[in-house]
């Protein structure tokens, strides 16, 4: 049974640095390309960053870059997001989500991906 798991969540002050990781069961993550996205109250769910299964191709929302970073470990089937500099309008619940697909331009679209986490609520407040 297919199962993801983001934790890393919580309260942090504007400047401050979080670590979310996305642990998957019931399949391996070599073989999926891995998404992030985030959802605040009131807003659509928009994707923050996604990275391929193959030769680790990375997309990032622009609102992130520079400031967010994705990275894969298939050996320990771990995705991490380690987030910098996090703003007040970075406050949202992020999921991690898997896709078969392979995405390039289309890789912020929730609707090609199959499979999500619960989400874990990141808060950024002084």
């Known amino acids: 049974q297919v199962h993801i798991v983001e934790s890393g969540g919580g309260l942090v002050q504007p400047g401050g640095s979080l670590r979310l990781s996305c642990v998957p069961s019931?399949?391996?993550?070599?073989?999926?390309?891995i998404g992030w996205f985030r959802q605040a109250p009131g807003k659509e769910r928009e994707g923050v960053t996604y990275?391929?299964?193959?030769?680790?191709?990375?997309y990032y929302a622009d609102s992130v870059k520079g400031r967010f970073t994705i990275s894969r470990d298939n050996v320990k089937n771990t995705v991490t997001l380690q987030m910098n500099s996090l703003k007040p309008e970075d406050t949202a619940v992020y999921y991690c989500?898997?896709?078969?697909?392979?995405?390039?331009?289309?890789?912020?679209?929730?609707?090609?991906?199959?499979?999500w986490g619960q989400g874990t609520q990141v808060t950024v407040s002084s």
């Open positions: 990275m391929s299964r193959r030769n680790n191709v990375t």
């Open positions: 989500a898997r896709t078969s697909l392979i995405l390039r331009n289309s890789w912020s679209n929730p609707n090609k991906f199959d499979y």
């Open positions: 019931g399949f391996s993550l070599d073989r999926y390309d």
